[in-house]
């Protein structure tokens, strides 16, 4: 089955709002180091040990931010790369279509709910 190519250009779209999204907030939360390497943003506030409790429950709150969007950032990018590629929309897994339905709710979707489901 072959995606619709105005199906993957919608889908193309919201990836790429996406990352600019997430790049956003890894730039508020993070310090890039190297491509697709992020480091949570330490902040001092001070010496005092109320200072250095809120810093590190500060660093602690970004460190846990800076995974979740590095991971999401690195699967839209994943998926740019597969539409570039005319890959999109197949399961890595299993190679059949990921269905239509779920890409649209999840566009850096990378197997399908069978694969998936079997993951769990
Ligand atoms: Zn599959």
Do not use: W
Request: proline share 2%.
């Amino acid at each position: 089955m072959k995606m619709d190519a105005k199906f993957i250009e919608e889908r193309k779209q919201e990836l790429q709002k996406r990352k600019q999204e997430l790049l956003r907030e890894l730039n508020e939360d993070a310090v890039q180091v190297a491509d697709h390497d992020y480091s949570a943003k330490f902040v001092d506030y001070g010496d005092k040990d109320d200072e250095n409790a809120a810093e590190v429950a500060n660093f602690e709150k970004n460190l846990s931010l800076e995974k979740t969007l590095e991971v999401s950032l690195y699967n839209v990018d994943l998926a740019l790369k597969k539409i570039e590629e005319g890959k999109y929309g197949l399961c890595e897994k299993c190679s059949n279509p990921i269905n239509p339905d779920r890409l649209k709710a999840f566009p850096s979707a990378s197997s399908c709910m069978d694969c998936k489901k079997k993951l769990l």
